[in-house]
């Protein structure tokens, strides 16, 4: 199966750790990327190749993948970081499968 | 610097066929190891993958839509078109271009602003 499943919603509060999870079968075996959504806007890549952030991304992102769970870790969450959160990978016969995405609510 | 538009009508009508354009630029959609993706996303729910092609002409399509979808590319003008047959109101969505590049664990790093489509008699 290629379908990632993700929390509906996660709460944090300001200057404490989110955590996301995204599972699928054998996840770790492949790569997980995660994008953030925030309202209104267009999706943007904050993690490739499992904890890779690109140029831009504040460190306060962090990745890792392993078993059969991908996990978006934000360290001292800020409010603007209150977004939709939505992981992705891939498999040999579909090039792009998003997870159904996590509201992050910081309050 | 990757920039990529879409283009294309805000309103169609059930049973009508939806052409989209992506005109893009800062790359050359002329090698295998880069591609142009369409994404969607329905009003308040999750984004939905619909189509990739590669620079080398290699085409995928979602399984779920195959039936309907086909996109094209145009090199000379940096487009990428992608088209949706037998249009339903369920197909109202966001629509979204994006740059993405092989290996695919470099993730789809660019997108468009997205296009909205409402399906509707």
């Known amino acids: 199966s290629n379908e990632l499943t993700q929390p509906p919603s996660v709460s944090v509060s300001p200057g404490q750790t989110a955590s996301i999870s995204c599972s699928g079968d054998?996840?770790?075996?492949?790569?997980a990327c995660w994008y953030q959504q925030r309202p209104g806007q267009s999706p943007v890549l904050i993690i490739y190749q499992d904890n890779k952030r690109p140029s831009g991304i504040p460190e306060r992102f962090s990745g890792s993948n392993s078993g059969n769970t991908a996990t978006l870790t934000i360290t001292g969450t800020q409010p603007m970081d209150e977004a939709d959160y939505y992981c992705?990978?891939?498999?040999?016969?579909?090039?792009?499968?998003f997870g159904g995405g996590t509201k992050l609510t910081v309050l | 610097q990757i920039t990529l538009k879409e283009s294309g009508p805000t309103l169609v009508k059930p049973t009508q066929t939806l052409t989209l354009t992506c005109t893009f630029s800062g790359f050359s959609l002329s090698t295998g190891r880069v591609g142009v993706a369409w994404i969607r996303q329905p009003p308040g729910k999750a984004l939905e993958w619909l189509a990739l092609i590669y620079g080398n002409d290699d085409k995928r399509y979602s399984p779920s839509l195959m039936n309907r979808l086909t996109i094209t590319k145009d090199t000379s003008k940096n487009q990428v078109v992608l088209t949706l047959t037998n249009m339903d109101p369920v197909d109202t969505a966001t629509y979204y271009c994006?740059?993405?590049?092989?290996?695919?664990?470099?993730?789809?790093?660019?997108w468009g602003q997205g296009t909205t489509v409402t399906v509707s008699s």
């Open positions: 054998k996840l770790g075996d492949k790569f």
């Open positions: 992705q990978t891939w498999d040999s016969n579909t090039p792009v499968v």
């Open positions: 994006a740059h993405r590049r092989l290996p695919a664990y470099y993730g789809i790093d660019v």
